[in-house]
T-cell receptor, first 114, second 114 residues
Framework: AQSVTQLDSHVSVSEGTPVLLRCNYSSSYSPSLFWYVQHPNKGLQLLLKYTSAATLVKGINGFEAEFKKSETSFHLTKPSAHMSDAAEYFCVVRGYSSASKIIFGSGTRLSIRP | NAGVTQTPKFQVLKTGQSMTLQCAQDMNHEYMSWYRQDPGMGLRLIHYSVGAGITDQGEVPNGYNVSRSTTEDFPLRLLSAAPSQTSVYFC?????????????FGEGSRLTVL
């Protein structure tokens, strides 16, 4: 069975500074991992995904994440935060099998200070 | 393309009433799922299906029933609504392969149980 833990429920950074949102996963086999973003009162949008290819994954809007098997982590980063990045971010895990369920983390709310 | 179509968008029920949330997708996806979203808890998996005739429980299945008679449709039934089921519900689908397996979401259904 797979699970995912987002280590911070809320992260606040100043505009122009780096963003780090932390995610640890548990999976019996090589998982697929995703980050989704949800802006206030909006639907969910895929930021990026890892599916056993390159361990450093680049996504939309300047975000990227690195898959570290030894640390069972898939942290999301961005070099310079913009006000428009303020949103809820979800780390998601899917097991290797096509019958695996897809599990969300509890989310990290990102706030950007002017 | 319609993608994932979810109805209704809003619903108010009284305790004890039953209702069905409808979900249909036109992408020939094998995997379909229902999530509920509550503040601070992310998206929690209610039930999922990996193909017609196959369903399984997620993290919070109690009080909900599903069936999958066709590839396209995956309705969620509330048998006897309770105030604890007040939430926003999302239907999502994905291709069956873990390599590509991002989720495609419906627009959500906001359910209030009085």
């Amino acid at each position: 069975a797979q699970s995912v833990t987002q280590l911070d429920s809320h992260v606040s950074v100043s505009e122009g500074t780096p963003v780090l949102l932390r995610c640890n996963y548990s999976s019996s086999y090589s998982p697929s991992l995703f980050w989704y973003v949800q802006h206030p009162n909006k639907g969910l949008q895929l930021l990026l995904k890892y599916t056993s290819a390159a361990t450093l994954v680049k996504g939309i809007n300047g975000f990227e994440a690195e898959f570290k098997k030894s640390e069972t982590s898939f942290h999301l980063t961005k070099p310079s935060a913009h006000m428009s990045d303020a949103a809820e971010y979800f780390c998601v895990v899917r097991g290797y099998s096509s019958a695996s369920k897809i599990i969300f983390g509890s989310g990290t709310r990102l706030s950007i200070r002017p | 393309n319609a993608g994932v179509t979810q109805t209704p968008k809003f619903q108010v029920l009284k305790t004890g009433q039953s209702m069905t949330l409808q979900c249909a997708q036109d992408m020939n996806h094998e995997y379909m799922s229902w999530y509920r979203q509550d503040p601070g808890m992310g998206l929690r998996l209610i039930h999922y299906s990996v193909g017609a005739g196959i369903t399984d429980q997620g993290e919070v299945p109690n009080g909900y029933n599903v069936s999958r008679s066709t590839t396209e449709d995956f309705p969620l039934r509330l048998l006897s609504a309770a105030p604890s089921q007040t939430s926003v519900y999302f239907c999502a689908s994905s291709s069956g392969t873990s390599e590509s397996g991002e989720l495609f979401f419906g627009e959500g259904s906001r359910l209030t149980v009085l």
